[in-house]
């Protein structure tokens, strides 16, 4: 490529040295040219041998200098051919992918450049394979996805306006009388990050299995494996540590332990403003969905619909219908269906996912261990877009 691009500045600079000597040669074999005519028609005479052989001479000189003067024109047209170069981050990520597979296998890069990363604690720290995994749960973790975000390590504060006990209102006044002040109190919500780990394990036939993709195979087993357990901590919550929805507050309760009404879940629906109602969804269990599904209104006609525009399939009174085995069935007590805008919920997760590869531990069990750990938390950071049913206490 340097030789090529050498060679080109050499043409030029040729080009812009020789250039004007040509067209001076070529104007001054014109004028040569010129005389030789003017003199013998002056003399009112033929050319002599000699002028004759002398004007064929300068008619091939300046044809051949026409000749190199429409080949530099025509070189200009030509561009050395650039050779194809991958990406720098797409040509990393592949290594990093190779070395990721290599290291599940035991096999160490020759190259020093691409082997990965191990931290004190021996985990190795892949940041594509990382980026993949988050990736992957977001698509297949909709609540996570459909929550706020946050990727930031330490701690998070994100302040909020409560107007539960008191609000900035608006009234009538009169000329020289006093406002009387109102205001809603500032609170925040702290998001930390608590600890979790996710644990797969890969046959070590498949390990040893060279046309097995076994970066794609770990990367959606860490992903379903987290996004399940992320679910289940954002639907339900842990005493203690992710909150989740646990905490929502807007409710209407059920008059049956065991069974749901049409008009519940409108008074449901209703609960959220008609500003989060756009983002909302319905998220409950499959078998509340089929006992839904058998719900008709005062016309017959059944409340739950077939929708194949809808993202799952379903709509109820408009909006999609999500169903996680995670949520709670129709029992006694239970939270049974959320519904609202999930933006409503923080999330906050350190991207940073570790990896460590455990090759002795299950080998009695002729397979290797993979275990992606990751740190979270989650709470409500606006209380008015969800709300929950509840069934009745027995």
Same mark, same amino acid.
């Given at each position: ?24 040669? #070529? ?10 005519? @003017?003199? *013998? ?7 002599? %041998? &000699?002028?004759?052989?002398? $004007? ?6 300046? *044809? ?6 429409? *080949?530099?024109?025509?070189? #200009? ?12 981050? %797409? ?7 190779? =070395?990721?597979?290599?290291?599940? /296998? ?10 990965? &990363? ?11 394979? =990382?980026?993949?995994?988050?990736? #992957? ?23 909020? !306006? ?9 009234? !009538? ?20 990050? $608590? ?16 046309? $097995? ?5 770990? +990367? ?46 409108? @008074? ?17 269990? /499959? ?20 929708? +194949?525009?809808?993202?799952?399939? !379903? ?25 609202? @805008? ?7 997760? &350190? ?44």
């Amino acid at each position: 490529m340097n030789l090529i691009i050498a060679k080109k500045r050499k043409a030029k600079q040729i080009e812009t040295r020789s250039m004007p000597t040509l067209v001076e040669q #070529r104007n001054n074999l014109l004028a040569e040219m010129e005389t030789l005519v @003017d003199t *013998a028609q002056t003399e009112t005479r033929a050319f002599t %041998e &000699t002028e004759n052989t002398r $004007f064929d001479e300068i008619k091939n000189e300046i *044809a051949a200098i026409d000749k190199t003067i429409n *080949a530099f024109e025509e070189s #200009r047209a030509f561009e050395p051919t650039k050779p194809v170069v991958a990406p720098v981050k %797409e040509e990393r990520a592949l290594q990093e992918e190779r =070395a990721f597979a290599n290291y599940i /296998r035991g096999v160490v890069e020759e190259r020093a450049e691409v082997n990965l &990363t191990v931290g004190e604690n021996g985990a190795v720290i892949p940041k594509t394979i =990382a980026a993949k995994i988050i990736t #992957r749960v977001k698509d297949i973790c909709p609540i996570y996805q459909m929550s706020t975000l946050y990727n930031v390590g330490g701690t998070l504060s994100i302040p909020f !306006y409560d107007e539960s006990s008191s609000s900035i209102k608006m009234a !009538y006044a009169t000329e020289f009388a006093e406002l009387e002040g109102s205001s809603a109190k500032f609170d925040s919500v702290q998001l930390t990050g $608590f600890l979790a780990g996710a644990l797969s394990k890969v046959s070590k036939s498949l390990v040893n299995n060279s046309d $097995f993709d076994l970066t794609a195979f770990v +990367v959606n087993a860490m992903a379903e494996a987290i996004s399940e357990w992320i679910e289940n901590e954002l639907l339900n919550g842990t005493t203690g540590k992710v909150e989740g929805l646990s905490t929502v507050k807007q409710a209407v309760t059920t008059a049956s332990a065991i069974a749901v009404t049409p008009d519940e879940l409108i @008074d449901l629906q209703e609960t959220v403003r008609d500003q989060f109602q756009a983002g909302s969804i319905w998220i409950m269990n /499959r078998e509340t969905r089929k006992a839904i599904r058998k719900l008709k209104d005062n016309d017959g006609n059944y409340i739950l619909n077939k929708d +194949v525009t809808a993202k799952w399939g !379903y709509t109820l009174f408009g909006k999609d219908v999500f169903t996680s085995d995670n949520m709670p069935t129709m029992a006694a007590g239970k939270t049974a269906i959320y519904y609202g @805008d999930m933006s409503g919920l923080a999330v906050k997760l &350190t991207e940073k996912v570790s990896i460590e590869i455990l090759r002795e531990k299950y080998s009695t069990q002729h397979a290797i261990g993979v275990v992606g750990w990751i740190e979270i938390d989650a709470k409500l950071e606006n209380t008015q877009k969800i709300a929950k049913l509840v069934m009745k206490s027995a």
